[in-house]
């Protein structure tokens, strides 16, 4: 990599965090770039140690799973086949606890797991600290690979720095112009290289996000990108997520200079019995949950 990374460096205990919010009001509103990511990154912070609980033995600690359905990279090698990834310089954009990256690392690839979320970063080194494989000192980080936290929006890499990047429904939903993260990673992949994401299937924003029955019957047009968003009594949002028409994701690749080499719908395995919020058997065997864009910078 031709520059220095800048390391996650920070100390054990939970950063200073709001008391519990109230339940906060859900509506469909504007929300600029600037309030989008102070909202996002509070709420992750807030919400980490939960969802990496409720989630952590679904997603592993050096897994690789795409959504929710369950779909295992192992299996899809949408990276490429995992006996090519040795010595691929990997940047995995919202990272979470960096499962993604750590099952990269496994299979010889030098990652990068990037997330706007200090206390999400904390559990990716809890859990790097625990596997005891890798040495901090090489790379600034448990676990053998560089932690960094920045937003997907203004990625703090040099041009031609990586040769993969992905994101396992990280980042991509919690930005207001996910256009700019398109020309981001773009522009920090190298010629030939692949850039490979997970978001909720947009199809998904026209039903109701519930898991039974009640969320069978579309209830809003597919087509309003207004974003949803969760408020407090003040009216500051706490948390959003930006809806893009499948169109629309196609159109901001291409405007990138990415190539879409194919789009990848899951569907919902035999085996998969669990509920993920708005993910469920019951929906997910009758239309998708999660949209897969391989893009490949020519």
Known sequence: MNQDIPAFNAPDDRPDLPDDLDEPEATRRTADPGETSTANRGWWDRNADEYQSDHGAFLGDDRFVWGPEGLDEADAALLGPAAALTGQRVLEIGCGAAQCARW?????????ALDLSYRQLQHARRIGEGAGDGDEADTGAPGGFPLVQ?????????????????SAYGGVPFVADSARVMREVARVLRPGGRWVFSVTHPIRWAFPDEPGPEGLTAGASYFDRTPYVEQDDD????????????GDRVREIAAAGLRLADLVEPEWPSWNDQEWGGWSPLRGRLFPGTAIFVCVKD
């Not at 990269?104 to 990068?112: E, F, K, N, T």
């Open 104 to 112: 990269l690392a496994g299979h010889g690839a030098r990652p990068v």
């Open 150 to 166: 920045a937003d997907a929006g203004a990625l703090p890499f040099a041009d031609g720095s990586f040769d993969l990047a992905c």
């Open 235 to 246: 009216g500051r949002a706490v948390y959003v997520e930006h809806h893009r028409t499948l």
